[in-house]
């Protein structure tokens, strides 16, 4: 005769019985636990595969610019990270002397440094070993008895038919101020052949950032990134006192729209540009 033994007490069961019972509840538990985790980790699954998509020019752009920065550290690894050298004195800190011919077109600075002016040290009896920083303009535009004038005589090459074409803007990721993609580059490039074709052409390089973030640390992303177009200009050639800095942060937007579109538009360095 079978007997139902949901209708007595738990303790009237048979020592077996109970075991039994107990271990019908324990698999229970754990086929819910299997099923909930199984659950989380289809939901994971899902969300990386439709917010991770990337397209494989990206895809592209990032390993070439992993490939350039691991070639850089292989490079100091090895020692052979610049063109550091010994001095014993300021004059020999300079990439070339006042009274000589410039050799800008030789210098070619490896790292990227924010241009930061820093305040003279009395040195002159200490040796060291130095990286290469992007040189700093001899004058400084708009100064008492400067040659060059201020920024406001600079001009926007958009109302230039020549300029419009070669000084366009050079756009940056979020949070970035590392220079990535053919078309950045190709503008880059085409900057730096005119100004060494043409020496009489000044340019300031303005670093902009999107609304998003305070505003000290905006000023000082787009300080980075308008001295990483610079940095890359003269590795290209062109002459360090042609080219000058200055940074907006998220003051000066083209955009307004609060929105990826306009982001990334307003992550930018832009030229300004005066003829002699």
């Keep these: ?12 069961l048979h020592p077996c019985d109970k075991m039994r019972l107990h271990n019908k ?29 990337r397209t494989s020019d990206q895809v592209w752009d990032d390993s070439r610019t992993a490939t350039r920065h691991v070639s850089r550290g292989v490079r100091s ?6 063109d550091s050298r010994a001095v014993q004195c300021r004059d020999q800190f300079m990439p070339y002397c006042d009274s000589e011919q410039p050799m800008y077109a030789n210098y070619a600075p490896t790292i990227e440094e924010e241009f ?38 600079f001009q926007d090459p958009s109302n230039n038919a020549t300029w419009a074409g070669i000084f366009r803007n050079v756009g940056f990721e979020y949070n ?9 580059f190709n503008t880059i490039h085409a900057v730096a052949t ?16 999107d609304e998003r973030g305070p505003e000290a640390y905006n000023l000082a992303l787009g300080s980075r990134r308008s001295n990483a177009v610079r940095n890359q200009l003269i590795q290209e050639g062109v002459n360090p006192d042609n080219i000058f800095t200055i940074s907006y942060g998220k003051e000066r937007p083209l955009f307004l729209d609060h929105n990826d579109l306009a982001w990334a538009q307003n992550r930018r360095a832009e030229f300004k540009i005066y003829q002699r």
């Design 77 to 82: 690894l090895g020692g052979k990270h610049g």
């Design 176 to 184: 970035s101020n590392l220079i990535k993609g053919d078309e950045n």
């Design 25 to 53: 509840q324990l698999v229970g538990s754990t086929m819910q636990i299997v099923k909930l985790s199984l659950a989380t980790f289809l939901l994971i699954i899902s969300l990386s595969t439709t917010s991770c998509r």
């Design 194 to 209: 005119y100004m060494k074709n043409n020496p009489n052409v000044y340019a300031f390089v303005e670093g902009h950032c």
């Design 116 to 153: 930061i002016p820093l305040a003279d040290l009395n040195n002159e009896d200490e040796m060291a070993m130095a990286d290469y920083v992007a040189k700093q303009p001899r004058e400084t535009p708009g100064d008492p008895g400067s040659s060059i004038p201020g920024i406001s005589a």
């Design 1 to 12: 005769m079978l007997i139902n033994v949901s209708f007595f007490p738990f303790a009237t």
